[in-house]
């Protein structure tokens, strides 16, 4: 595992023949043990900055979710922490850089 350099969303691969959106409510379930209720699909792109050890350029599906049930059960080899942040603590957060990005990108800081 090679953890993210700061705050980051929920995140991972999309395994062959598998759909994007699968794998975003698949990702999120294992990483915090939340099941997304609908996820609505935001945008992709590839970030030719943001390398990946194992895949090479990263190619981002950036989905909005939610949720009804926001405990969050937590897996420490998947996470470093997880919680939940307003719009101004987010603004606060050693955001990990793409993230940053894509927040900015769609107005959200």
Not at 52 to 57: D, F, K, M, P, T
Request: net charge negative; proline share 6%; aromatic share 16%.
């Amino acid at each position: 595992m090679f953890p993210p350099p700061g705050f980051a969303c929920p995140a991972g691969h999309v395994d062959e023949g598998e759909d994007a959106k699968v794998a975003a409510l698949r990702e999120v379930f294992e990483e915090t043990g939340i099941k997304i209720d609908d996820a609505e699909f935001l945008f992709e792109e590839e970030v030719p900055w943001n390398y990946c050890r194992s895949a090479g350029v990263h190619y981002w599906y950036v989905y909005k979710a939610e949720v009804s049930n926001m405990e969050i059960n937590r897996q420490e080899e998947e996470t470093k922490s997880a919680g939940w942040y307003t719009v101004e603590e987010m603004k606060n957060l050693p955001l990990e850089e793409v993230w940053k990005y894509f927040y900015e990108k769609l107005g959200i800081i």
